[in-house]
């Protein structure tokens, strides 16, 4: 039997080590400037972020990025902002001096991109630093040179208006952080990345990037244009072609707040987090809080494990959102954290709940988007199409009837798959005469007769419906599409009556951890508008009198918890939401068509109407697509023709 290794650093009994007592003294200022460096300057993209985000704050409108070895061995930013004067040069890479604040109301409302004043002393005391200038009015330039933070004489020297800031030698005097920094092709794709979050936000500057001598990338300025047509032009370049045909515009605002940007349709989705991009008054930054409500806006077309991408611009009062939180400002701390986090799910969801099969090929004459009236006191905007400037239909609308046959009219075994959920329709509803096909099978002629989907001409293997449109083919998964749409009823149906709550006959104790009682004391009414009846007992225990009438057979102590968990760490919660819909989709699974079953015209017909007037019918309710669409041309080149 193998003994078992006892290691002792010293004896049990021994008295602990008592070390002399050190002095306290002052950090020389290149010690200072090495550990601000630490927190500033992480890796070679982090000083290009730094000095392009100077050269921005300078007004610059032109910055050229020059490269060697991934900005290890060389980074040169030459900017044609406003220059320093000379005079200042020792200045701006001294600690803690900045143009760009002067009091605590400066600090407390900044609208620059930097302002701690902090960047260039710290890049300056771990490379080999060269500082240049000229203002417009100058005869001439004037640079600066650091050494490992060794500051040098100001010198006179050419160069034209603007400024330019060389970094070589990265990290020379602390070989310890060099051996950090990873492979060349590594470090250039951090700095590539952080640029193309740069040109999404900045489609006024022109950027151009060149790596060890060749030119590798350039941002054209999109000439002073505010239209979608600048604008898409930019995030095309930036993210790809296939984004910007996917990407839903989003423009609402009210309650102070502006929500802009782009959002992908739920089809397409990525298997990373590649693709989202998020700024707070321009500034790039990562919060879990807007993470987190665009997650909860999604759950319900996304399927499962996918992504969103979006490009989402925050729109608010400097003075509600604190940007001194982190040393390289990547996050940021809101005032009205609930607000906002309700601000943006309220926003995103309407506008995905507005991706309907048919609706990016809908008629020029489509509504425009109505205002959006929320909790938070009215939000108003408008929800645009894809980059190509359709739109799609109204949001926060009252739900529309469907467009084509009523139910009534339908066979009996369509109108029966409803039965237990669905609304009655209208007395008066009919179904206009142009929007019928014809005896002969033919699309009827003239302009807006087509439906979207258009009109069924069979049924494949029992499992797919084929539509005719005005632009070609249409193909429909009857059971993933008529799940969706009983999912819908069902909610709609729901949300009528509301959360009703089952008194429990004996309380349900509830032991939790004090924060969690806290929560539950101080967010009583909204555990109530949720169905729970929740009273605290005692420090660290609940008693539970009431849970949700729908979800009574599930497990309310765990949902409890993940209730108070959301609400302690978002201010709001969407878990009996998400639960209750989780049954009803369940439901809506089981009691939809399934395959085999053999539909008649008029009935694939009305489920094709019904695609149309129902929100996210484009996915199904695991997020799965319902409907694909192949134009004529695309048929075409199937078969070569017109080659």
């Known amino acids: 039997m193998r003994a078992a290794a006892i290691i002792c650093t010293s004896p049990p009994d021994a008295a602990p ?78 600690r803690h001096a900045t143009s760009k604040i002067a009091s605590l109301d400066d600090l407390e409302a900044v609208a620059t991109l930097g302002f701690r004043g902090e960047a260039l002393p710290s890049i300056a005391s771990v ?74 936000a900045r489609p006024d500057v022109e950027l151009r990037v060149s790596h060890n001598g060749k030119p590798s990338r350039r941002y ?141 090929v809908a008629g020029a004459g489509t509504a425009p988007a109505a205002g959006i009236a929320a909790a938070a006191g009215g939000y108003g905007g408008a929800v645009h199409g894809a980059a190509n400037g359709v739109q799609p239909p109204p949001a926060w609308t009252p739900r529309p009837q469907p467009l084509g046959l009523r139910l009534d009219e339908a066979p009996a075994a369509y109108a029966a798959l409803y039965a237990p959920t669905a609304p009655q329709a209208d007395a008066g509803f009919a179904l206009p005469a142009t929007a019928l096909p014809r005896q002969d099978g033919a699309l009827p002629q003239g302009d807006g007769e087509v439906p979207p989907l258009g009109f069924a001409i069979a049924q494949l293997h029992g499992i797919y419906v084929l539509a005719e449109n005005a632009e070609g083919l249409v193909v429909v998964d009857m059971h993933a599409a008529h799940e969706r749409i009983g999912y819908e009823r069902l909610k709609h149906a729901h949300d009528g009556i509301g959360l009703r709550a089952q008194p429990l006959l004996v309380p349900l104790a509830l032991a939790v951890g004090e924060r969690d009682a806290d929560v539950a004391e101080r967010e009583a009414q909204t555990l109530a508008e949720l169905g729970f009846d929740v009273t605290r007992s005692g420090p660290q225990s609940l008693a539970v009198r009431s849970v949700p009438a729908l979800l009574a057979h599930a497990d309310p102590e765990a949902l409890l918890r993940d209730v108070l968990a959301d609400l302690r760490e978002h201010g709001a919660t969407r878990r009996v939401a998400a639960a209750r819909d989780e049954l009803l989709s369940t439901m809506a699974c089981h009691g939809a068509v399934r395959a085999n079953r053999r539909l008649t015209l008029p009935e694939m017909n009305a489920l094709l109407r019904d695609m149309e007037a129902t929100e996210r019918s484009g996915q199904c309710n695991h997020g799965r697509p319902t409907w694909a669409r192949f134009s004529l041309g695309e048929i075409d080149r199937w078969f070569l023709r017109g080659r």
Not at 149 to 174: Q, S, Y
Not at 334 to 355: K, M
């Open 17 to 94: 080590v008592r070390r002399p007592p050190v002095p306290i003294r002052q950090l020389p200022d290149t010690l200072v400037n090495q550990i601000a460096a630490g927190e500033v300057v992480e890796r070679p993209a982090s000083v290009v972020k730094e000095l392009v985000e100077n050269a921005l704050d300078a007004g610059a409108r032109r910055v050229d990025i020059d490269l060697e070895e991934g900005g290890v061995r060389l980074i040169r930013i030459r900017d044609d902002g406003g220059g320093i004067a000379p005079e200042e040069l020792p200045l701006a890479v001294s």
């Open 220 to 360: 054209k300025p999109d000439g002073g244009g505010q239209g979608d047509r600048e604008a898409a032009a930019r995030l095309a370049e930036t993210l790809g072609e296939d984004f910007s045909r996917q990407a839903l515009r989003i423009d609402h605002q009210g309650a102070g707040l502006r929500l802009h940007g782009w959002i992908a349709q739920p089809h397409y989705s990525r298997s990373s987090a590649d693709q989202q991009y998020l700024y707070v008054n321009g500034r790039a930054v990562r919060d879990r809080s807007i993470a987190h409500a665009v997650k909860l806006a999604y759950q319900d077309v996304l399927f499962h494990g996918r992504q969103p991408a979006y490009v989402l611009f925050l729109e608010l009062d400097p003075t509600r959102v604190d940007v001194n939180v982190h040393p390289a400002k990547h996050e940021v701390r809101f005032r009205d954290a609930r607000l906002i986090h309700d601000f943006v799910f309220r926003t995103l969801q309407e506008a995905l709940a507005q991706t309907r099969a048919g609706a990016d």
């Open 127 to 200: 490379s080999r630093f060269l500082l240049a200038s000229r203002r417009p009015g100058d005869a001439h330039g004037a640079a600066l040179q650091v050494d490992g933070g060794r500051v040098g004489e100001v010198a006179p020297k050419a160069h034209a208006p603007g400024t330019t800031v060389e970094v070589r030698d990265l990290f020379f005097n602390v070989p310890a952080r060099r051996k950090f920094l990873r492979a060349e092709r590594t470090e250039l794709g951090h700095i590539e990345e952080w640029l193309r979050s740069l040109a999404l």
